[in-house]
C-alpha cells in the first residue's frame, strides 16, 4: 500500500486539520405522514415549496406529482416553521425529546440554535439528508416538505454570524441515478443553492468544486457512473466493513467499524500516493432491538466510549474529510432506545422516550466539540473521563 501524504494534522493540500461534516435531517415537518389526509399534506407542502424563490430564478418541475412553480411568490410566511392545525410530524418514535421541544424543521429559531451549537463545537458543514426523497416520498409531500425546511434553513443561515456550511446527500432514484427525475433533483439543488451568490458562499466545497453526495444503500458492487461535472461527487455506502465499499470510492452513512476510504493524488514529477480521505465516525450503531433484523445490540452507545473509539481511527490517519452520524434522525427503527441512538443532539434528560424516560443533556455535543478542536489543531486525541450516568 502506497504511503498516505499529510499526517500529522497537515492534510495534502496543507490546510490544517480535516474538514468535518455532521449528517443532519430536516424532516420533522408539517409534510411528514399521512394525516390529516395525502391531498392536504400535499396542499400544504406546495405552499411551502412556492415561496423557495432563488432570487430571479424561475425554477418549473415538470412532474405529475410535483407540478409547481418554484419561482417568486409572496407567500414567505408558510415557511416559517408553522404547522397549522396539529404539530410537526416525525416525532412519534422517538428515543428521548430535544431539549427544543418537537420541532418543526423550517422553525428559523430552531434553525438558528442548531447552527450556533454545531458551529461551536468546530464542525464545518451540515451534510443535509435528502436520500428519501425520490420514491413513493416523492409524490406524498414529505419530499416537499424536505426541501422546503431545507430551503429555509439556507435562508436562516444568510443571517447568522456563527453557522456552519451546507450540502446535500441525494439518494437513487429506484436504484439509478440516471434517471429524469434524479437530474431534475439535482438541477433544483444547483438552481436553489448554487447560483445565488450569496447562498452558494454558505455551501460547501471539496476539491475546488460544489460537494454533493449521493447515497446508494448498502453495496457491494461499483458506483453507478452518472457523473454532473459541476460538482465534487462522492458516492456514499453503508457498513463498509461488510460490503468493503470504501475499496471502490465510496464514503459511508455509517460504519460499525470505521472504514477509511483512499483516493491517489499526484504529487511532484508524476508520482502518485494514496490519501485518507474519508472517515465517518458514529456515536453509536443504531438498530431495532434484540429481535428485529437491525438487532445490533453490541453497538451501544457505553457512555461514549463507542464515540470515542471510532474517533480513534480518525485521529490515526488524519482524513480529509470525517462525517459525524448524526446529529437529530429520531426515529425508528434505527433510533431504536438512548442506548442504541446515535443522534446528538441535546436532549432533556429526563422524559418522554419511546422506550422510557432518559436522554444525554449535552453530553454528546461536548464529545464532539473536544474531538473536533483537538483533531484540527493537530494535537493527540483527548482524554476523557466517561460519565457512567449518561447512556
Known amino acids: 500500500m502506497a504511503p498516505a501524504v499529510g499526517g500529522c494534522g497537515v492534510l495534502a493540500s496543507g490546510s490544517r486539520g ?26 400544504e407542502a406546495k405552499r411551502k415549496l412556492a415561496a423557495l424563490a432563488a432570487p430571479g430564478k424561475a425554477i418549473q418541475i415538470n412532474d405529475p406529482h410535483l407540478a409547481i412553480d418554484l419561482g417568486r411568490a409572496a407567500g414567505t410566511a408558510d415557511v416559517d416553521g408553522r404547522c397549522p392545525g396539529r404539530p410537526a410530524a416525525g416525532w412519534n418514535g422517538r428515543e428521548a425529546t430535544p431539549v427544543l421541544g418537537t420541532y418543526e424543521s423550517s422553525n428559523p429559531k430552531v434553525i438558528r440554535r442548531h447552527a450556533e451549537w454545531i458551529a461551536g463545537t468546530g464542525v464545518d458543514f451540515v451534510l443535509i439528508d435528502w436520500s428519501n426523497n425520490l420514491g413513493g416520498n416523492w409524490s406524498n409531500g414529505v419530499a416537499l416538505g424536505i426541501m422546503a425546511a431545507t430551503y429555509n434553513l439556507a435562508q436562516t443561515y444568510l443571517h447568522l454570524r456563527q453557522r456552519p456550511k451546507f450540502c ?46 449521493v447515497y446508494t444503500g448498502p453495496r457491494w458492487t461499483p ?3 452518472w457523473s454532473d461535472p459541476r460538482f465534487t461527487l462522492r458516492w456514499v455506502n453503508g457498513f463498509n466493513e461488510t460490503t468493503h465499499g470504501n475499496r471502490l470510492g465510496y464514503w459511508s452513512w455509517i460504519d460499525r467499524q470505521p472504514q477509511i476510504t483512499y483516493r491517489t493524488v499526484t ?14 465516525v458514529a456515536a453509536g450503531w443504531p438498530g431495532g432491538g434484540p429481535s428485529s433484523q437491525h438487532g445490533w445490540g453490541k453497538g451501544a452507545r457505553h457512555h ?3 464515540y470515542l473509539k471510532q474517533w480513534e481511527v480518525a485521529f490515526r490517519v488524519q ?13 425508528q ?16 434528560q429526563h422524559g418522554f422516550g419511546a422506550h422510557g424516560a432518559g436522554g444525554w443533556g449535552t453530553y454528546y455535543l461536548d464529545l464532539t466539540s473536544r474531538m473536533v478542536h483537538a483533531i484540527k489543531a493537530g494535537r493527540p486525541q483527548p482524554h476523557v473521563r466517561l460519565n457512567p450516568a449518561i447512556p
Open 223 to 225: 458506483p453507478p457512473s
Open 304 to 306: 461514549g466510549r463507542t
Open 333 to 348: 427503527p434505527d433510533q431504536y432506545s438512548v442506548e442504541m441512538s446515535n443522534d446528538m443532539e441535546p436532549t432533556a
Open 168 to 213: 446535500l446527500l441525494l439518494g437513487l432514484d429506484g436504484g439509478h441515478a440516471s434517471t429524469a427525475r434524479f437530474q431534475k433533483q439535482v438541477d433544483m439543488v444547483w438552481s436553489l443553492f448554487l447560483q445565488p451568490p450569496a447562498v452558494r458562499r454558505l455551501y460547501q466545497e471539496y476539491l475546488g468544486k460544489p460537494l454533493l453526495t
Open 319 to 331: 482524513p480529509e474529510v470525517v462525517l459525524l452520524c448524526q446529529w437529530n434522525e429520531f426515529n
Open 18 to 43: 480535516p474538514l468535518v461534516g455532521m449528517e443532519y435531517e430536516t424532516w420533522f415537518t408539517c409534510a411528514m405522514g399521512g394525516a390529516p389526509g395525502v391531498a392536504a399534506i400535499q396542499a
Open 267 to 280: 504529487g511532484a514529477k508524476g508520482k502518485t500516493a494514496r490519501v485518507a480521505e474519508a472517515v465517518t
